[in-house]
């Protein structure tokens, strides 16, 4: 079964202060991996899609990277506004209709 | 462009009631998804459709069903809703071709607690 385990759980940091969430995964023919930002009480929103080991994607203060078995998301000199949980999620050749989504990183970035 | 919204938008259930969550979007998309997220076992395929007239089971799909249609609407019911069903439900659509084929799209979410 596809598997995905996002850590830490939860991160706090200082505005500026640089860091990167995991999103390991156990995949039978990896299809895409993808990263979703969720506010609270909101559902959540698409960041990026990654198909192949060694792609990386940008948009403002985020980039997000991928290996054969993990992906980060790195966050460069966050603000305050990138606070949110952010959702990793899988699909396979297998099961290329379902997506297999981890549990989140809470992020809050304190000004 | 509304995208994809979801009625109702809260909802308090007694044990044994049934109830209709309703999806729509308006981006013409074949693929529809129902899932629900609780806390700590993040968001869990219930059903999805890859089409008007078909559905399939997902990861959770016990206790609920669903119909699609209509291309736009996706549909699911609770026949008679038990405490574990007290959760969060979101739905999601998406393309199968252009420039993102993958990407969903998701719901405002529907909070349901069952009493």
């Known amino acids: 079964e596809d598997q995905v385990t996002q850590s830490p759980e939860a991160l706090r940091l200082q505005e500026g202060e640089s860091s990167s969430l995991n999103c390991s995964y156990t995949?039978?023919?990896?299809?895409?991996l993808f990263w979703y930002r969720q506010d609270p009480g909101k559902g959540p929103e698409f960041l990026f899609t990654?198909?192949?080991a060694g792609e990386e994607k940008e948009k403002e203060r985020l980039k997000a990277t991928l290996t054969k078995k993990e992906s980060f998301l790195h966050i460069t000199a966050p603000k305050p506004e990138d606070s949110a949980t952010y959702l990793c999620?899988?699909?396979?050749?297998?099961?290329?209709?379902?997506?297999?989504f981890g549990t989140g990183t809470s992020l809050t970035v304190i000004p | 462009n509304a995208g994809v919204t979801q009625t109702p938008k809260f909802r308090v259930l007694k044990t044994g009631q049934s109830m209709t969550l309703l999806c729509a979007q308006d981006?013409?998309?074949?693929?529809m998804y129902w899932y629900r997220q609780d806390p700590g076992m993040g968001l869990r395929l219930i059903h999805y459709?890859?089409?008007?007239?078909?559905?399939a089971k997902g990861e959770v799909p016990d206790g609920y069903n669903v119909s699609r249609l209509k291309k736009q609407n996706f549909l699911l019911g609770l026949e008679s809703a038990v405490p574990s069903q007290t959760s969060v439900y979101f739905c999601?659509?998406?393309?199968?071709?252009?420039?993102?084929?993958?990407?969903?799209?998701f719901g405002p979410g529907t909070r349901l607690t069952v009493l």
């Open positions: 999601a659509s998406r393309a199968t071709s252009g420039r993102a084929p993958d990407t969903q799209y």
């Open positions: 995949v039978s023919g990896l299809r895409g």
């Open positions: 990654l198909y192949s």
């Open positions: 999620a899988v699909t396979s050749f297998n099961t290329g209709n379902q997506f297999y």
């Open positions: 981006m013409n998309h074949e693929y």
């Open positions: 459709s890859v089409g008007e007239g078909t559905t």
